[in-house]
């Protein structure tokens, strides 16, 4: 998973934690086997994960807007891991994006079956 960190291996993209969330979400809600169907809880999880980071957690959902660096660059990033703020506040959208898909999760799970 560290992979997703810099916007998706230093692109700057889509936030690493919300491509960690979707990760998650589709692990419990996805397919197992090709032949298999996703959940049809899946894509509207994943929605309301979008919408709900960029209300709740930061208002972009892009890395390099986010942390203000460009991981392209190794001034950029640099200049990420020798901020102790910016690495603080990547570690926090992460932790808050964690607890947002637990509790997405936990009311999922105590849904009644087949209520979906």
Known sequence: MAGFGGGIGGAGSVCGAIAGAVAGLSLAYGRGKPEERDSR????????LYRRFGEEIETSRLCREITGVDFGTSEGVKAFY?????????ARLVM????????????????????S
């Open 82 to 90: 020798g901020s102790p703020e910016k690495l603080g506040r990547c």
């Open 41 to 48: 809880n899946l894509f509207p999880l994943c929605s309301e």
């Open 96 to 115: 808050k994006t964690a607890e947002m898909v637990r509790e997405m999760l936990a009311r999922e799970d105590a849904k009644p079956a087949g209520d």
